[in-house]
């Protein structure tokens, strides 16, 4: 049977809930044997969506985020969703450096980030319907080939 | 967090984790004390710091933006290797000085 396990949260849009998804985010990924590297790679992917969807999802009005994780063998997939006023060009706000608020000191390097620390990004975004990151990343890549080396 | 102000030099002792959350507070505190000291040089203190997203990184250009006005400069110090690797990925590095310390 395929190793595979699934897990929800709903949490509000408060800047102290970053520290949160990332450390659940962490903590469920743990059943998958990840390095300290990997571990920290999706902290990083993780805060930055959680991060955008307060920030400019919900433009700091309190509603909820959720963070949906799903393990499928040695991949793991996570979802962060916001229901806030979503991104007219996509495109645009994937762009690295690209920020709608410079005046805010945002570095404009979110997706850039989420796109460096994992395999794969997606983004689903409609101006009113808010915005939905799917992320995806092998976990333990090359260590098989590191356990069974030979001496 | 704390800061320690010396002469026109601003040092400024990061948390644990550097995000958005923690972010807010450094650039209130950090922009009164740059204005009411006249500070030229800003230091990020990276000794007690594992972890820091793009916000850190958008409070780096801030403080930057900030003393460039005066011909100063920003500085960081104690990077450990995941915080080094956030730096320059993000490009930081163009316009900050990373302290390393030499190796005995």
């Not at chain 1, 959720?66 to 393990?71: D, E, V």
Request: charged share 25%; glycine share 6%; proline share 2%.
């Amino acid at each position: 049977m395929r190793n595979t396990n699934e897990m929800e949260l709903i949490f509000d849009s408060r800047s102290a809930n970053e520290r949160f998804a990332r450390v659940a985010v962490a903590a469920f990924m743990t059943q998958l044997n990840p390095t300290v590297e990997e571990v920290s790679d999706v902290k990083t992917a993780v805060s930055e969506a959680v991060t955008n969807a307060i920030i400019h999802g919900y433009e700091q009005e309190v509603h909820k985020v959720s963070m949906h994780c799903r393990i499928d063998g040695d991949l793991l997939f996570v979802t962060i969703k916001d229901t806030g006023k979503g991104i007219a060009d996509v495109a645009q706000a994937m762009m690295p450096m690209y920020t709608s608020k410079p005046e805010a000191d945002r570095s404009g390097m979110g997706f850039s980030f989420m796109e460096a620390f994992m395999d794969k990004v997606m983004v689903e975004s409609a101006p009113g319907q808010g915005t939905s990151v799917f992320m995806e990343k092998r976990i333990g890549k090359g260590r098989s080939l590191w356990t069974t080396q030979s001496l | 967090m704390e800061y320690q102000v010396q002469e026109n030099c601003l040092t400024i002792f990061l948390p644990r984790e550097v995000d958005h959350h923690s972010a807010e507070e450094l650039r209130k505190n950090a922009d009164a004390l740059i204005e009411r000291n006249h500070i030229k040089y800003v230091i990020f203190d990276f000794e007690g710091t594992e972890f820091m997203d793009s916000s850190g990184i958008g409070a780096i250009m801030g403080r930057y933006r900030l003393v460039r006005l005066i011909g100063g400069e920003v500085w960081a110090v104690h990077t450990k290797e995941r915080i080094r690797k956030i730096l320059t990925m993000s490009g930081v590095t163009k316009i900050m000085q990373i302290y390393e310390e030499e190796k005995s």
